[in-house]
Structures are given as C-alpha cells and as structure tokens.
C-alpha cells in the first residue's frame, strides 16, 4: 500500500489535448510534489503545493499548472499537450513541518500522447 | 545548477556478490541525502537517507551508505545481493527540493 495515490493509472491523450491528474496524499502528510520520470530517467521535479500554494516550481512551462484542495489532495494539468509529454507522473507526499521528511511516493500515472 | 549524476546506467550481479553503487552531486553546503529503489511495477520506495551524524548510514533490507563530505559522494553498498534486489536505485539530494540521480537499473541473475 503506497499511501499516496493517483488516478488514473494510465492515460492516452492526443497532442494539443489537455489532461488533469489527481492524487491524494498520504494520511498525515499536507505537502505534496508532482514529478516527471521519463522513461530510463530519475524523476524531475515540477511543482511542490503547500497550504493550497505552489511554493516551488523545476524548470517546467507554464503548460504545466496545478492545484492543491483543502483536504491536502492535488491536481496536475498539462495543457496543449506534446509529444515530449509522454512519461510517468509521480506524486508525492511529505510533512512540511517535518523539515527532514522525506518523500512518500504514489504507482505514478502513466500518459501516453500520441 | 544542482545536480545528481550515477556512475553506472546497468548493473549486473549473480546472487551474493558485494553491490556499490555510485552516487555524486554537485554542490556544497548542507544537504539531506536519499537512496530510493524501485521495484518492477511498483512505487519509489525510500531505502535510507542521511541528514547529519554518522556519515554511515543503515537501511531496510541490509543496505547501507557512506556520505563522504569531501567527495560529494553517497554510494550505496549491500554485502550480498539477492535476487529480489533486482530493481532500479535513484540516488536524491534535497536542499529546497529534491533532485534524482538518472537511476542505476540493477539486475541480479539466480
């Protein structure tokens, strides 16, 4: 049992469509990250949520956006969608307050874009 | 920019032979440090992490890491590999956020 989980599991979108992902973090936890893993990478980071806020943000365009609800759970959008944004995307959770927390991670949600 | 870099994409083993793998970055000042693994088909698990104290840190399933302050360098070791070690291992540093090495794929041969 991850703790962390997203929805969907998979997804297949057509280029220049636009895509949400969700996740819910785990039990106790108010900070949560999104990641991009492509494929026989390490994960990258894209933004971090806290206190419904993105307070951190990779190097990533704005395409990328997210939201954080006051239950702690997340969403990730990608709009206009490319090719190059086929990957695993991982949510994680963590404590804020825990300043040597470390990151607990969802299966990921894998999309495809064709 | 900070930076995560792995010695070895793919490494081979046959069951009971001595595992490390290298882990390097780019920066100075303090610094939290993670070993991840993942394996086939299920999520990132944290194996060990360090954040201050013994440079010789203890994790699950008999791993451990050495932080070498002067090298920049946190290696992962296991004394003895088993087949269910077979996975992918990302080393992480953590200062704002956390940034991953490129992942070292580990496959143990029965």
């Known amino acids: 049992d991850a703790g962390v989980t997203q929805s969907p599991t998979h997804l297949i979108k057509t280029r220049g469509q636009q895509v949400t992902l969700r996740c819910s973090p785990k039990s106790g936890h108010d900070t949560v990250s999104w990641y991009q893993q492509a494929l026989g990478q390490g994960p990258q980071f894209i933004f971090q949520?806290?206190?419904?806020?993105?307070?951190q943000r990779g190097n990533f365009p704005d395409r990328f956006s997210g939201h954080q609800f006051p239950n702690y759970s997340s969403e990730l959008n990608v709009n206009a969608l490319l090719l190059g944004d086929s990957a695993l995307y991982l949510c994680?959770?963590?404590?804020?307050?825990?300043?040597?927390?470390?990151?607990?991670f969802g299966n990921g949600t894998r999309l495809t874009v064709t | 920019a900070q930076s995560v870099s792995q010695h070895n994409h793919h490494v081979i083993l046959s069951e009971a032979a001595s595992l490390e793998l290298g882990c390097n970055y780019s920066y100075g000042g303090t610094v939290n440090l993670f070993w991840y693994v993942q394996y086939p088909g299920q999520h990132l698990q944290l194996l060990l992490k360090?954040?201050?104290?013994?440079?010789l840190v203890k994790g699950i399933k008999g791993f451990e890491a050495e932080f070498i302050k002067s090298k920049f360098s946190f290696n992962l070791r296991k004394p003895s590999v088993q087949w269910s070690d077979t996975a992918e291992y990302f080393c992480a540093v953590r200062r704002q956020n956390f940034v991953f090495g490129p992942g070292t794929r580990l496959s143990v041969l029965p």
């Open positions: 360090y954040f201050s104290g013994d440079p």
């Open positions: 949520y806290y206190e419904e806020e993105e307070r």
């Open positions: 994680a959770s963590s404590r804020m307050a825990g300043v040597n927390s470390p990151l607990h």
